[in-house]
């Protein structure tokens, strides 16, 4: 049979032509187990770092042992970013968790491309720098 989905076979006198469906293509094993991967229950975290290496503060992760995985960054086994970090003698904490959520869900925070605004430390840091602001610009006013 060739490659394609549906072979014809030529009509006699006696008989129309014969359409058959070739045989589906296997799903490969490797789409198979990644597409299990995506529904698998674990935790998403979100680690911030003591100070920025280059761009990076945070690094959003999915874990479904979260300390095994804690461990890992730690002893320089994790992504390649916190293998840097520890490089570069940088700390982190974990600041964030959502519990009993897919790889799906943390693509999504990925994809938004602002940990920023979902660290409670940043979040807090910022708080306060509004307030400073607005303490000096309003003392600025009274002279």
């Known amino acids: 049979m060739s490659d394609t989905i549906f072979t014809t076979q030529p009509a006699t006198a006696q008989t129309a032509p014969v359409i058959a469906a070739a045989p589906k293509p ?26 920025k290496y280059h761009h990076a ?21 994790g992504a390649r970013l916190t293998q840097v970090i520890k490089n570069a003698d940088i700390e982190f904490e974990c600041v964030r968790t959502w519990d009993k959520k897919t790889r799906s869900f943390e693509r999504q925070l990925k ?21 400073v602001w607005k303490i000096n610009h309003k003392n600025e006013g009274e002279n």
């Not at 789409?31 to 680690?47: F, I, P």
């Open 57 to 77: 503060g945070h690094y959003l992760g999915f874990a479904e042992n979260l300390e095994n995985r804690i461990e890992e960054h730690r002893d320089g086994r």
């Open 26 to 51: 296997q799903t490969n094993q490797k789409t198979l187990q990644a597409s299990k991967k995506k529904d698998v229950n674990g935790t998403v975290y979100l680690l911030h770092f003591s100070q």
């Open 111 to 131: 994809n938004r491309h602002d940990a920023r605004s979902l660290c409670p430390t940043c979040r807090a840091e910022r708080s306060e720098e509004k307030r």
